[in-house]
């Protein structure tokens, strides 16, 4: 499912973030990314999101070459990827189910059969009853759930987390570990941006380790 | 494994689901100008202005044409015949004349008639009576069909060439005179238009940058959940439409309320010169045109200031 190969990152500053970066995800296989801040854990997942590119070596996602997209061809292959992100980047203009419901919209989804997703999206990560409230009325777990209801309401093939239980308490952080290894048995690829490590020490999924942008470790 | 993008996709669905899109777009675009009502009037103002000082101009300058256009008797020829063109030929001649596609109307003036007029209008009646033949030729006088200097002219070479002809004359140079006149009003109101249009661009367009700004953060969500460019252009580019749309229709209003305005001192200039002209105000052609312009303006404007700043979130 990702392929980097020997792939680097320097930014126009002159900031190595990534140094000969070299691993595969396989499809359906889940695996935490660790490492201090600045050890280039945003770096990689932003070149997996097509918001920075590799300044060296070759990103392959989904069989995909991403350093020859351009314009539509980025947007469509952001499509085959779920986000969770650690600041939610809910859009508080709108409710909890319009913001759901966006992934599916921009997709071009029947327009009758995005309730039935967005609902069962909503009812997975237990917040179908705050369906119609507005983001910046729930609370930091609440919105991180809405956050995953919408990375996975377009049942994308890879997800990617970043800090995806930096805001939760244990047993909602044990929920939300429990809906990725959900998605992970049926087939989805899940790459795992934290450096909570007893939620690590506790799931015992392949860990890759970044330091100083190189990776010092690929335990399973 | 489901495939993120996989659905159920008919053509009618496409559709469906597109005109649904549109039509939310639509609607939220106007309810977020319905947020912000001093902006938003303050831009449909500057737009209307700098939509309905050009359209006044090109309708009066329409006025100005349509007023000379009843002096087209002064683009006339005189064609003087030979003296040895008996009566009846003249008569004939002008008959033919008067039948061409280029020329409107032709009147005979006989030797008599012309000494007639002369004696009347010259104060010099006594010595003529002395004279023993008249010496005045036959003259018709052509008004042609296209006023323009050059066909004017052609038309006077072509029928000095007919062999009962003598000479022909005209006054070239008021017709061209009138024509360069109104060249200069069309060049000045051609450039005035242009530059009022670009102003009407950069409002616009300043307008949906400022909108753009305030919404980044919602674009770059959107953009990271798959939204293409066009997705993401596409409230931007109908807010550009309402302000290019609503702009134009309040400069329909705005000159409609000039030439209101002016209508009635006009006629009665006209009247003092006892003429019959009347002001002619917004037609249904000229209001159509104008929305399609300031809407496409409008448009225009939004997709310039959009696209910049999403060909700078590239990565």
């Known amino acids: 499912m990702i392929a980097f190969d020997n792939v680097s990152k320097t930014y126009p500053s002159g900031f190595e973030a990534l140094k000969q970066i070299s691993f595969t995800l396989k499809t359906g296989e889940m695996a935490f990314l660790t490492g201090h801040s600045g050890a280039g854990k945003s770096t990689l997942l ?99 759930r809405v956050g995953i209801a919408r990375a996975v309401v377009s049942k994308p093939a890879l997800l990617l987390a970043d800090e995806p239980t930096g805001n939760l308490d244990p047993d909602l952080a044990a929920s939300v570990m429990n809906i990725f290894e959900e998605l992970s048995s049926v087939g989805v690829s899940i790459l795992i941006a934290t450096h909570d490590l007893p939620l690590i020490a506790r799931y015992r999924h392949r860990l890759l380790t970044l330091r100083e942008g190189r990776l010092v470790g690929d335990q399973s | 494994m489901s495939g993120a993008s996989k659905s159920r996709s008919t053509t009618a669905s496409i559709l469906a689901h597109w005109r649904a899109h549109h039509g939310r777009e639509a609607r939220d675009s106007l309810r977020r100008f319905a947020s912000t009502p001093v902006a938003t009037t303050m831009t449909l103002l500057v737009v209307a202005l700098a939509l309905a000082v050009p359209v006044s101009l090109y309708l009066l300058l329409g006025n100005a044409e349509r007023l000379t256009s009843s002096w087209d008797g002064q683009a006339q020829i005189s064609l003087y015949l030979r003296s040895d063109v008996a009566a009846d030929k003249q008569a004939a001649l002008q008959k033919e004349l008067a039948a061409r596609a280029d020329v409107a109307r032709a009147k005979l003036i006989t030797p008599a008639l012309a000494l007639d007029e002369f004696r009347e209008l010259s104060g010099y009646g006594e010595a003529l009576n002395l004279l023993d033949s008249n010496p005045l030729p036959a003259v018709i006088v052509i008004q042609p069909a296209d006023i323009q200097p050059g066909p004017v002219k052609k038309l006077r070479d072509t029928l000095a060439g007919l062999p009962e002809v003598e000479g022909a004359d005209i006054d070239l140079a008021w017709v061209q005179r009138l024509a360069a006149i109104l060249e200069v009003g069309q060049r000045f109101l051609l450039a005035l238009a242009g530059a009022l249009a670009a102003t009407v661009l950069l409002v616009i ?25 066009a997705f993401v252009r596409r409230p931007f580019l109908y807010s550009g439409l309402w302000i290019g749309l609503v702009g134009g229709l309040l400069a329909c209003l705005a000159v409609a309320a000039f030439f209101f305005w002016l209508a009635s001192p006009v006629s009665e200039l006209a009247r003092l010169y006892s003429s019959h002209f009347e002001l002619s105000g917004l037609t249904a052609l000229t209001i159509l045109g104008l929305l399609a312009g300031s809407t496409l303006l409008g448009i225009t404007g939004a997709w310039l200031a959009v696209s910049r700043h999403l060909k700078a979130m590239e990565p």
């Not at chain 1, 392959?60 to 991403?66: A, G, I, L, S, T």
């Not at chain 1, 921009?106 to 997703?117: C, E, K, V």
């Open chain 2, 205 to 229: 367009g300043n307008t949906i940058r400022l909108g753009f700004e305030s919404r980044k953060e919602e674009v770059q969500v959107l953009k990271l959940l798959g939204a293409t460019d």
């Open chain 1, 46 to 144: 932003k070149l997996l999101l097509l918001t920075e590119r590799a300044s060296l070596g070759r990103v392959e996602v989904n069989q995909q070459d991403y350093s020859t997209l351009k314009g539509r061809a980025i947007a469509h292959a952001r499509r085959h990827i779920g986000m969770v992100y650690q600041d939610h980047n809910l859009l508080d203009d709108r409710s909890v189910y319009d913001n759901v419901a966006l992934p599916l919209i921009i997709n071009g989804l029947d327009a009758r059969d995005i309730p039935r997703r967005v609902h069962a999206a909503l009812d997975m990560v237990g917040l179908l009853h705050r369906a119609k409230a507005s983001p910046v009325t729930l609370s930091g777990g609440e919105q991180q």
